[in-house]
T-cell receptor
Framework: ETGVTQTPRHLVMGMTNKKSLKCEQHLGHNAMYWYKQSAKKPLELMFVYSLEERVENNSVPSRFSPECPNSSHLFLHLHTLQPEDSALYLC??????????????FGSGTRLTVV | QKEVEQDPGPLSVPEGAIVSLNCTYSNSAFQYFMWYRQYSRKGPELLMYTYSSGNKEDGRFTAQVDKSSKYISLFIRDSQPSDSATYLCAIAGTKAAGNKLTFGGGTRVLVKP
């Protein structure tokens, strides 16, 4: 596989559930990102990892917990979410953190619905 | 005031027309200007990248940056139904300035056959 792959594509979870989103990139990039895309709102940066170290936490509630075990994999662990957390969660990667020359490569996202 | 403003549309045009999209921004430190295209149920994909000011052309696509007016544009010539998508502008400053990539809300474009 090439590019950035996200699983699952769709997820429905109750407010008391615990689930995880997975992202994998096959581009040899050193930086990975989690973004949240809600209806009628711009993409919101959640977390940035550079060489497996978290370098940005954009005031995200603790019910979202990222994990980056290596430079190719990124997880977003979810627990006790709220209905307003329903959104499209996008993973992206780039050669280096905040390296814009070739843009970010995005996955297709996980559509999360919290019931 | 939002850092990046973009008309949400939708913008409906007939096939073959020129599509004109734009964003305004507030931070004069922004140096990197990008346009992404996002199809339904897909992630954004980079369409055009410009550093600093000026024009850039790639096939049917032209990106313009006017830093004095804090205004960027994307033009799509000879539009096709396959150009129907949401177009996101994305802008950033220098890494040293600590600026992150900031996205506009996106403009939905519909090209009718």
């Amino acid at each position: 596989e090439t590019g950035v792959t996200q699983t699952p594509r769709h997820l429905v979870m109750g407010m008391t559930n615990k689930k995880s989103l997975k992202c994998e990139q096959h581009l040899g990039h050193n930086a990975m990102y989690w973004y949240k895309q809600s209806a009628k709102k711009p993409l919101e940066l959640m977390f940035v990892y550079s060489l497996e170290e978290r370098v940005e936490n954009n005031s995200v509630p603790s019910r979202f917990s990222p994990e980056c075990p290596n430079s190719s994999h990124l997880f977003l662990h979810l627990h006790t979410l709220q209905p307003e957390d329903s959104a499209l969660y996008l993973c992206a990667s780039s050669q280096e953190a905040w390296f814009f020359n070739y843009g970010y490569t995005f996955g297709s996202g996980t559509r999360l619905t919290v019931v | 005031q939002k850092e990046v403003e973009q008309d949400p549309g939708p913008l409906s045009v007939p096939e073959g027309a020129i599509v004109s999209l734009n964003c305004t921004y507030s931070n004069s430190a922004f140096q990197y200007f990008m346009w992404y295209r996002q199809y339904s149920r897909k992630g954004p994909e980079l369409l055009m990248y410009t550093y600093s000011s000026g024009n850039k052309e790639d096939g049917r696509f032209t990106a313009q940056v006017d830093k004095s007016s804090k205004y960027i544009s994307l033009f799509i010539r000879d539009s096709q139904p396959s150009d129907s998508a949401t177009y996101l502008c994305a802008i950033a400053g220098t890494k040293a300035a600590g600026n992150k990539l900031t996205f506009g809300g996106g403009t939905r474009v519909l090209v009718k056959p």
